[in-house]
Structures are given as structure tokens and as C-alpha cells.
């Protein structure tokens, strides 16, 4: 197949610069988006003596229920729950006040928290995963951002689509560097394809679907579709309130008949983990239980019951749901790995990062492109997009490292946003090639001081981890050195770049 040179050209144009407009967000989301894939342990890991702690239990999960909806009348109204388990060894709940914050409260602090316990690193990383870390529209910003990144692939595909064959395990080293980049961009933009469309398909369903439906309300469901959002959404049927009152179920009853209903479907591995209790005390009162079950595509589903007889009202499992229930749990589950076994999450994580090197090979290879060749002074474009691609692309995996260093005390946001600002400044003053290699070998330092950070604070140190069984603790200590030693090697790979390269570069030294 051979494409005319204004075809190919129009669609090269098209590949750049898309790629460039979206590529340092792309990087937050893939780099925040591969860590994200292990939420659960890192939740479990920040929870310094969590590992110590003794699991809380349905009794102690059933003391803070009733203790919640006792002190709390607007939590009557709508509470959720976790079960305790590997991600919370404690049971938390969680409602919204009068003016609508959420609150959340655990057995040792009944009152109510704005900050959900144990969770800040995870919260925050999948934060910069989904909405770079912007309130409000930041999820907006990545959806449009979603969208572009699915017209980089198209015209990339176009671009290549005609040497496919030829060019496919092209890797060739030596001293065109400028090559050698181009074919390591090449090689893993087109092997991992499949997995970069259904990201962008499912990034841009996920932000975007909201303003899809405020925009096809008026024009497809004359203007019925967001009160008929809830029902669903949702798998209890949301029953009008009744006006007569009615005792609650206990939890046990309620988890044993959830149970028994993902049995009766065939799913004998279902293991709740959430649960939403509305209208709790009414004749009408009803609870929605999700789980997992672990053998099953999209393996989150709900069994809805009635909160007093234990009845069951709907359920909602792997294999018994209706459209919208299997389109967003495929959707969730493409997106985020959560399906398969531990070999898909490793996988989603080398996929991540394979991802975030994509974008910036990429911002690397426009520069190089456009670099003059035979003088000194260089494009002042080519200048700002180096010193913007040092800035946020090391700079948020210096700032993640130090959330990492500062999350046993609690402050990882603010140290992440500050140090992330510090290094887009520092960027913006030094040489390219010399804030490229003052912040690799930062992120490196940083990154390898995580598991020391986490021993001092925890008393779970790598050994004690190893010895214990710790795989969750172990594993991120030892990626964080996995890391570590990674950024060293590439802030040696720059350095060589700084001493033997081109002098007339906006990378010289």
C-alpha cells in the first residue's frame, strides 16, 4: 500500500501536532495512570502500622453504622460503607452533611472526617490520572484530551501503516540518536496499539460522558434523561419514601443474603467490599451491596435488597446485568486492568509507562527535528517546548517520588504540587540538558528514599516485608527502587547526550 506524498504528509502534520498539544498531558495521565493501576496496595501501604493493626470485623463494621446514623441525621438519608478488608482494615463510612461535603468516619472517630482515611497518595495520584490534578474541569480537559489522543493514533497508524511490515522491529543503535528514538517511538506506539485505543475510547467515554448526556438530553430523550440517570445507574430501584417507618436488617443478614444471590447466578467467589443504605429507618429503606467476583470479566456487581426484610430487589452481577450496567463495567474494567489476574495489572503498569515514554520521545524527536544544525542559537520555540517537556514530564515524576517520601506524615499533596512547581521553574531558568539531568538524578535520590521513608515511619522495613509476606508493602518498595535505579540510568544516557552530542542543540551542553 503507498500513500501519496500529500496524503502522507497531511496526516504526518496531523500526527505532530496533536501529539504535541496533548502530549504533556497525556504524559500526567499515563505515568499517574500506571501507578493507579495498584491503588488497593497503595492504600495499603501509606497506612503506616496498618499492617500491625488487627482487622476490624462485620461486628465493629455494624457498631459504626449504627453509632453513624444515631449521630448524623442527614446520613439516614444516603451512607456508604466499606467492608473491612485488604484495603481498609478498618470499616469507614462515608455520607454528605447539610451543605453537601462529604464526611468520613471510622470506629475511632465517630464524628466524621473530610478526608477519607488511609487514601491520600492513591486519591492523589489517580487525581493527576484523571484530571491532572485540576478541580472541576480538569476531568473535562483529559476527556478533549482523550479525543485528540485518538486522532494521534489514527494519523499514526495512517503514517506507518504502508512500511508496517519493514519498520515494525526496527531498532537500530549508534550514533544517530535522533533514529534510534524515532524507532523506539515507532515500536512501541505500534505494538501496543490495540491497548492505546481502547484507552483513548475509554478515557474519553469516562470524562466526557456527563457533558454526552447534558448534550443529547434535549435532542435524543427530550429532556427526561437526568431523572431517569439514577435508576440507571444505580441497582437498588430507589423506591419513593414510604410513610411508614420500619427496623433495619443487621449487616450480617444483609451480606449473607448478597452472597446467596451471586450464588443463585453462578458466582460462588462473590466478596462484598461497599455498600449504599438509603432511607435508612423507612418502610422503604434499601441497600446496594458491591463486590467482587475475581473469575469474572467487569468483575464488580451489586445486589440491591430491601433494608428490612432482606428481599432481594435487583441485582446487577457478571453475567445479569442490563446495557448500561455491562457498558460501564467494561468500560471501567478496559480501562483500569481490573479484570484477569496480577499478569494483566503488571502489564497495564508497563503499559502505562511504555505510554508515557511515547509522549515524550515524542516532544524529543519534534525538537530534534527542528534543531538548526550548523549554529549555535536555536528556534525559540524548539527552546520552550524543551524546557516545558523537562519541567512537566520530570518534574511530575520528581513530584510523585516526593508524594511518595511524604506520605507516611500525611503530606504528599502539597509536596507533590510544590515540588512539581519548583522543578517547572527550575526548567524554565537552567539549560535543557542540565535541568533534564539535575532532575532525573533528583527523581532517582527521591525514589530510592521511599522504602527508608516508609521503614522509619511504619517499622515495616524490606526485610521485615519479605519475611512477613507483605506483598503489597514489598512490591511498591521495591518498584520505588526499580525506579530509582531506571532514572539513574537515564540521567547517565543524558549526560553522555550533553558530552558527545551535537553542539548546535538546544540538548548541548
Known amino acids: 500500500m503507498k500513500l501519496k506524498s500529500v496524503t502522507l504528509k497531511t496526516f504526518t502534520t496531523l500526527h505532530t501536532w496533536v501529539g504535541l498539544a496533548a502530549g504533556l498531558a497525556l504524559f500526567v495521565a499515563f505515568y499517574a495512570g500506571a501507578i493507579t493501576v495498584f491503588h488497593h496496595e497503595l492504600r495499603h501501604w501509606q497506612a503506616a502500622g496498618a499492617a500491625d493493626a488487627p482487622r476490624g470485623t462485620l461486628a465493629d463494621m455494624q457498631r459504626l453504622l449504627d453509632a453513624?446514623?444515631?449521630?448524623?441525621?442527614?446520613?439516614?438519608?444516603?451512607?456508604?460503607?466499606?467492608?473491612?478488608?485488604?484495603?481498609?482494615?478498618q470499616p469507614i463510612a462515608y455520607w454528605q452533611d447539610a451543605q453537601g461535603a462529604w464526611l468520613f468516619a471510622t470506629p475511632a472517630n465517630l464524628d466524621g472526617s473530610p478526608q477519607l482515611p488511609q487514601a491520600g497518595l492513591s486519591e492523589l495520584i489517580n487525581e493527576l490520572h484523571y484530571a491532572l490534578g485540576i478541580p472541576v474541569a480538569g476531568i473535562y480537559v483529559m476527556g478533549i484530551v482523550s479525543l485528540l489522543y485518538g486522532l494521534a493514533l489514527i494519523s499514526g497508524v495512517v503514517i506507518h501503516l504502508p512500511q508496517l511490515a519493514k519498520d515494525l522491529f526496527a531498532l537500530r543503535p549508534g550514533r544517530n540518536l535522533k533514529r534510534y528514538w524515532q524507532d523506539a517511538h515507532n515500536v512501541?506506539?505500534?505494538?501496543?496499539?490495540?491497548?492505546?485505543?481502547?484507552?483513548?475510547?475509554?478515557?474519553?467515554?469516562?470524562?466526557?460522558?456527563?457533558?454526552?448526556?447534558?448534550?443529547?438530553?434535549?435532542?435524543?430523550?427530550?429532556?427526561?434523561?437526568?431523572?431517569?440517570?439514577?435508576?440507571?445507574?444505580?441497582?437498588?430501584?430507589?423506591?419513593?419514601?414510604?410513610?411508614?417507618?420500619?427496623?433495619?436488617?443487621?449487616?450480617?443478614?444483609?451480606?449473607?443474603?448478597?452472597?446467596?444471590?451471586?450464588?443463585?447466578?453462578?458466582?460462588?467467589?462473590?466478596?462484598?467490599?461497599?455498600l449504599k443504605l438509603r432511607l435508612a429507618g423507612n418502610a422503604s429503606s434499601e441497600i446496594e451491596i458491591t463486590g467482587a467476583s475475581p473469575r469474572s470479566f467487569a468483575p464488580l456487581g451489586a445486589v440491591a435488597l430491601d433494608a428490612s426484610t432482606g428481599d432481594v430487589l435487583r441485582i446487577q452481577l457478571p453475567g445479569a446485568r442490563d446495557a448500561n450496567h455491562a457498558t460501564l463495567g467494561a468500560l471501567y474494567a478496559l480501562h483500569f486492568g481490573e479484570y484477569g489476574n496480577a499478569?494483566?495489572?503488571?502489564?497495564?503498569?508497563?503499559?502505562?509507562?511504555?505510554?508515557?515514554?511515547?509522549?515524550?520521545?515524542?516532544?524529543?524527536?519534534?525538537?530534534?527535528?527542528?534543531?538548526?544544525?550548523?549554529?549555535?542559537?536555536?528556534?525559540?520555540?524548539?527552546?520552550?517546548?524543551?524546557?516545558?517537556?523537562?519541567?512537566?514530564?520530570?518534574?511530575?515524576?520528581?513530584?510523585?517520588?516526593?508524594?511518595?517520601?511524604?506520605?507516611?506524615?500525611?503530606?504528599?499533596?502539597w509536596t507533590c504540587f510544590a515540588s512539581w512547581a519548583a522543578c517547572i521553574a527550575w526548567a524554565a531558568w537552567r539549560r535543557p540538558i542540565r535541568?533534564?539531568?539535575?532532575?532525573?538524578?533528583?527523581?532517582?535520590?527521591?525514589?530510592?528514599?521511599?522504602?527508608?521513608?516508609?521503614?522509619?515511619?511504619?517499622?515495616?522495613?524490606l526485610w521485615r516485608s519479605a519475611a512477613a509476606g507483605q506483598g503489597a508493602l514489598l512490591g511498591v518498595d521495591l518498584v520505588a527502587l526499580a525506579m530509582a535505579a531506571t532514572f539513574g540510568a537515564l540521567a547517565h544516557a543524558t549526560a553522555r547526550r550533553a558530552r558527545d552530542g551535537d553542539r548546535h542543540s538546544v540538548w548541548a551542553g
Open 68 to 89: 453513624v446514623l444515631e449521630r448524623h441525621p442527614a446520613a439516614r438519608e444516603h451512607v456508604g460503607m466499606m467492608f473491612p478488608g485488604d484495603e481498609a482494615p
Open 188 to 274: 512501541i506506539g505500534v505494538l501496543s496499539l490495540p491497548f492505546h485505543a481502547m484507552f483513548a475510547v475509554t478515557g474519553a467515554l469516562l470524562c466526557l460522558m456527563f457533558l454526552l448526556m447534558t448534550a443529547l438530553n434535549p435532542l435524543i430523550f427530550d429532556g427526561k434523561l437526568m431523572a431517569a440517570l439514577p435508576a440507571a445507574m444505580d441497582t437498588y430501584p430507589l423506591r419513593e419514601k414510604a410513610p411508614a417507618e420500619a427496623p433495619l436488617g443487621t449487616l450480617a443478614h444483609w451480606r449473607g443474603r448478597a452472597i446467596a444471590a451471586a450464588k443463585a447466578q453462578g458466582l460462588a467467589d462473590f466478596e462484598p467490599a461497599y
Open 343 to 413: 499478569v494483566v495489572r503488571w502489564l497495564y503498569f508497563l503499559l502505562g509507562l511504555g505510554g508515557a515514554f511515547l509522549f515524550y520521545s515524542g516532544n524529543l524527536l519534534w525538537i530534534e527535528t527542528r534543531r538548526k544544525r550548523r549554529q549555535e542559537p536555536q528556534a525559540r520555540g524548539a527552546l520552550v517546548l524543551a524546557r516545558l517537556t523537562v519541567g512537566v514530564c520530570l518534574g511530575l515524576c520528581v513530584a510523585i517520588s516526593a508524594a511518595f517520601v511524604a506520605a507516611p506524615s500525611g503530606g504528599e499533596r
Open 435 to 461: 535541568a533534564a539531568q539535575e532532575l532525573l538524578w533528583l527523581a532517582a535520590v527521591l525514589s530510592a528514599f521511599v522504602p527508608v521513608a516508609h521503614g522509619i515511619a511504619s517499622g515495616w522495613w
